[in-house]
């Protein structure tokens, strides 16, 4: 394809901020993929890439047994920046020195002075903070390097051997708190590796669609959408391409949001003419939920009854050759030493059946991080909501109610969680909250309302700050805010007469109650 004509080759050393190192490639419009570092010279050399990234990692460069490169891929002509562990590895292979600094370990926000007329530093400040965190540290760089930046613990932060194009740092670019990080990637990417930042969403969604168009033929697909942002962008891209030969099946299991299966029905069927068939499968799902507490019995019981009504409706379709899915790039980098792209199954609900009888799967995000996909989205005419919506659970509201699922508990949480989102938005905060919901607690207290005592529900609102969904942290939410959310809880929503507010971080909290 086009937008890929330009790669960068990101190696990965085991490092914890592989992914970011690539999302912020992209970021630059340049197009990369993360690769084990056991990839060989050969294999680099017909991947045709325009730069070569080596990642940080947790070994030591000097350690016999820690993760090594090909040493030939120096040879390729090929520019390579080594961050972190990368760099030393690239010291040590070269034949500089790194010795081990546990005394004097570098971690946080660190003071470096740059040569701005080194390649890479060119056009930053002379001095800026950048993010250290490292226990060894190159004491000597290798024949044909110049040393371009110090702090005061490390007399090599970066080096740089303009002739050959070899560029190392020791701290992380990649990270935020590197006040300057992206204009260093972005030197590297544009001067030394010459790439023109063609990587744009309009071409990708453009030369996807053709390249559906292609493979695809007159023959037929089926989708399972489930109103998220990549099972969407995925069908739509399909849709483009190949208009009605695209069949999706919505399973709505009746524990999604309010109105939730209503909206998703009405993008897809009106706004964009798809091939839709939304199955309305809540008293089945509630049947085999009924008196069922236990919270992985009831993923259980939800991802296995999705399957069986995904199947029993693909049947009732005849032959369809292909299932398109919405698989991105994450779910298929394993990342981590060792492990060159090990494809993972994708799982939303229960994971859809391997055998159902597809001569393939069609996967057109597979290339694609979670904001990139974003912009496909909107490229495609998603509406905004749609494309920045928090991410929601499978088993839908069945993991926010605590013990088993009737139908009155469902309407008191889709009606509070309304109220909450409504707020949120109307104040912002919609924008910053990584997730925000409420919870039906299943804890009963003792109230007062009017001049009566009530004995009723509990709800608990939950709403967490976070990037990666590992870790998170809870919301600060504004007190007037939460107030309003309460008072509108109490006083609209029937048999709630408490609304609380979860101060847990994950972790030692899940950002789920179940
Ligand atoms: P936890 O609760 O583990 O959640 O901190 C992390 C993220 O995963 C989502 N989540 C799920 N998603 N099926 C899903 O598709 C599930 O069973 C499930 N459990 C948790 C959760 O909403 C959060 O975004």
């Known amino acids: 394809m086009n937008t890929k004509n330009e790669s960068i080759l990101v190696m990965d050393f085991g490092g914890q901020y592989t992914q970011l190192i690539a999302r912020r490639v992209r970021e630059c419009n340049v197009y990369c993929e993360i690769r084990s570092y056991k990839i060989t010279a050969e294999q680099i050399r017909e991947g045709g890439y325009k730069g070569i990234i080596f990642t940080g990692g947790p070994n030591s460069a000097y350690d016999e047994n820690g993760p090594k490169c090909d040493p030939a891929l120096f040879d390729l002509g090929i520019p390579v920046l080594g961050i972190c562990y990368g760099a030393q590895l690239m010291a040590q292979t070269l034949g500089g020195k790194v010795i081990s600094i546990e005394e004097n370990r570098e971690y946080g926000k660190t003071e470096v002075e740059f040569n701005t007329s080194s390649l890479m530093f060119h056009s930053a400040q002379e001095k800026s903070i950048c993010w250290m965190s490292h226990t060894d540290r190159i004491e000597e760089v290798p024949h044909g390097f110049k040393i371009t930046a110090i702090s005061k613990d490390c007399p090599v932060a970066a080096m740089e051997d303009i002739t050959r194009n070899f560029f190392a ?48 033929g007159d023959k037929k697909v089926l989708c399972a959408l489930s109103g998220g942002v990549d099972s969407s962008v995925a069908a739509l891209l399909v849709h483009k391409a190949v208009g009605k030969q695209l069949t999706c099946i919505f399973v709505d299991h009746g524990l999604l949001r309010k109105d939730e299966g209503d909206q998703v029905e009405s993008i897809f069927r009106k706004q964009f003419d798809m091939n839709l068939i939304r199955v309305n499968a809540k008293d089945r799902f509630l049947g085999k939920l009924a008196g069922v507490s236990d919270p992985e019995s009831k993923r259980k019981i939800i991802g296995e009854e999705f399957i069986r009504v995904f199947e029993e409706e693909s049947k009732k379709l005849g032959k369809i050759e292909y299932l398109c899915q919405g698989t991105i790039y994450p779910d298929v980098v394993e990342s981590g030493a060792g492990e060159s792209a090990v494809i993972k199954s994708h799982h939303n609900v229960g994971g859809l059946p391997e055998d159902v009888g597809f001569e393939g799967i069609i996967e057109p995000l597979r290339d694609l991080f979670k904001d990139e996909v974003r912009k496909a989205g909107l490229e495609l005419g998603i509406p905004e909501f749609l494309v920045y919506r928090q991410p929601f659970p499978g088993p839908g509201l069945a993991i926010r109610i605590m013990g088993d699922i009737t139908e009155d508990k469902l309407e008191i949480l889709k009606d509070a969680d309304a109220i909450m989102r409504e707020e949120f938005a109307a104040n912002g905060l919609d924008k ?30 939950r709403a967490v700050t976070t990037g990666d969904f590992m870790t998170a942290d809870w919301a600060r939410v504004p007190y007037d805010v939460l107030e309003k959310i309460s008072n509108r809880i109490i006083n609209e929503v029937k048999n709630v007469n408490r609304v609380v507010y979860d101060i847990t971080s994950k972790p030692p909290a899940t950002i789920e109650w179940e």
Not at 190 to 212: H, P, Q
Not at 434 to 460: E, H, P
Request: aromatic residues 12%; glycine residues 8%.
């Open 169 to 216: 740092v020791q701290f992380h670019p990649e990270v935020q708190h590197t006040v300057e990080g992206m204009l260093y990637l972005r030197n590297f990417l544009y001067n030394a590796c010459g790439c023109t930042a063609d990587w744009k969403m309009d071409s990708f969604v453009e030369e996807t669609i053709s390249s559906l168009k292609e493979k695809i």
């Open 432 to 461: 910053t909250t990584g997730q925000y919901f409420a919870v039906l607690t299943g804890i009963k207290s003792v109230g007062v309302m009017g001049d009566g005592r009530t004995y009723d529900n509990t709800i608990a609102l």
